[in-house]
Antibody
Framework: QVQLQESGPGLVKPSETLSLTCTVS????????WSWIRQFPGKGLEWIGH???????DYNPSLRSRVTMLVDTSNNQFSLRLNSVTAADTAVYYC?????????????WGQGTLVTVSS | DIQMTQSPSTLSASVGDRVTITCRAS??????LAWYQQKPGKAPNLLIY???SLESGVPSRFSGTGSGTEFTLTISSLQPDDFATYYC?????????FGQGTKLEI
């Protein structure tokens, strides 16, 4: 059974960089796409972007200037960096697996990690 | 971005009821639509993809229909475990976007 686990600071100061890592267990990170999705306090969901195991990426255009995703196949991990954060970036951040054969849907999710942007 | 609009925002129902949730896209997305269920404090769970394909392990009381701009999720006979929030999501074009959610309550 594939499992995903997010890790990283729960509090980030305004203008600084949010950094999260997702560790995948129970399966290989290879040959699939992996995504980051966030959920705002008001419950709206936003797709941030995804990364292929080879390192190629697609980002939400609204966040593209601030987002970087990386993959580390040797440790079965992928990561998210979001720079110049503001209070509007406060959300629960999920990592998720893009379903094989149905690109664009998410069949396995991490439990989510709350990131608060505040001084 | 393609905007996804769900209705209703809240739906009150009882165990055994048949319920339908609607999702409308701001432009045609063919059948590139998914439905998720989310319970409090948990991540969303994929129920339906490609508008009508049931994800493995999901009970058959869940079904999805539609294409183009209008879609529905139907639960044929509500069970206690079904009271949750439901989201639709389009994956026709970037950025993939979600509806605002429908809370199904007793």
């Amino acid at each position: 059974q594939v499992q995903l686990q997010e890790s990283g600071p729960g509090l980030v100061k305004p203008s600084e960089t949010l950094s999260l890592t997702c560790t995948v267990s129970g399966g290989s990170i290879s040959s699939l796409y992996w995504s980051w999705i966030r959920q705002f306090p008001g419950k709206g969901l936003e797709w941030i972007g995804h990364i292929y195991y080879s390192g190629s990426t697609d980002y939400n255009p609204s966040l593209r200037s601030r987002v970087t995703m990386l993959v580390d196949t040797s440790n079965n991990q992928f990561s998210l960096r979001l720079n110049s954060v503001t209070a509007a970036d406060t959300a629960v951040y999920y990592c998720a697996r893009v379903k094989w054969g149905s690109s664009g849907t998410f069949d396995y999710w991490g439990q989510g990690t709350l990131v608060t942007v505040s001084s | 971005d393609i905007q996804m609009t769900q209705s209703p925002s809240t739906l009150s129902a009882s165990v055994g009821d048949r319920v339908t949730i609607t999702c409308r896209a701001s432009q045609s997305i063919s059948s590139w639509l998914a439905w998720y269920q989310q319970k409090p404090g948990k991540a969303p769970n994929l129920l339906i993809y490609k508008a009508s394909s049931l994800e493995s392990g999901v009970p058959s009381r869940f079904s999805g229909t539609g294409s183009g701009t209008e879609f529905t999720l139907t639960i044929s006979s509500l069970q206690p475990d079904d009271f949750a929030t439901y989201y639709c999501q389009q994956y026709k074009s970037y950025a993939w976007t979600f509806g605002q959610g429908t809370k199904l309550e007793i």
